[in-house]
């Protein structure tokens, strides 16, 4: 399987920057090689707990493979790691590799940047790499996700304001970029890369409405690469080898490349 170089852009730095909620800026560095001690198999979700009882915070993460399955449901956590590859979360079979927010609530103000993500669990344990669910303003950029039970990036129930950029999808035992969800909009996903081709799934499933998806680079997919049931979404300069199917009843923009 070939990886593909992602590039952080300039563009996209300033964007990350402009848009740094204040409690963020504010808070503190939780440091997760501050949580390592004998006997505790959670540092990473120990230092994301402490974080969101600080009322938010910088969870950084160092170069090694962390085998735990992360839950972030409170506000205003900013994940850093190492880069894909350098920091690996291995949610194992124990659950998502990293799920933002939850059955129920809003879960608001979430970056992960910068590292690998995998579970190993098989695909009747339905397990996603990153999961998304009833959570908003977040941002997933630079992250990868080498295997999934499921889908590889995931967002569902309720969500809105959801970028995923510059990532790229490895692995998955269905979706690579899952957009579902009938009550979930404003999502974005922008430049990111599916490294594998699928005989029984499509790659980009877009059921959510008035999202932008564009310039991703996504392999064969079983019918389809791109399957369009939600509503008013643009999706644009997508390179999908095997079509697009838009069976959305609203105002879907195209300009896909075959």
Known sequence: MIKRTIVFSTLLAFTLALFLPGQVMAAGRFLVSDYESEGNDDPFQDAINAAEAAGGGFVVAEAKTYNEALVVDDDNVWIIGAGIDQTIVNGGTDGHAILIGGATGDTSGILVRGLTAKTTGGQSNNYDGISIRNASDVMVVEVEVEDADRHAFSISNTSTDILIAYCVATLADEIAFFSGGTSSTDIQMIRNVSDFNSSTHTQLWISS??????????????????RMVGDNNTVCDNTNPAGTNDTGSGNCVQCNSN
């Open 209 to 226: 409405d008035d999202g932008l998806f564009v310039q991703n680079d996504l392999g064969r997919g079983q019918n389809n690469s791109i």
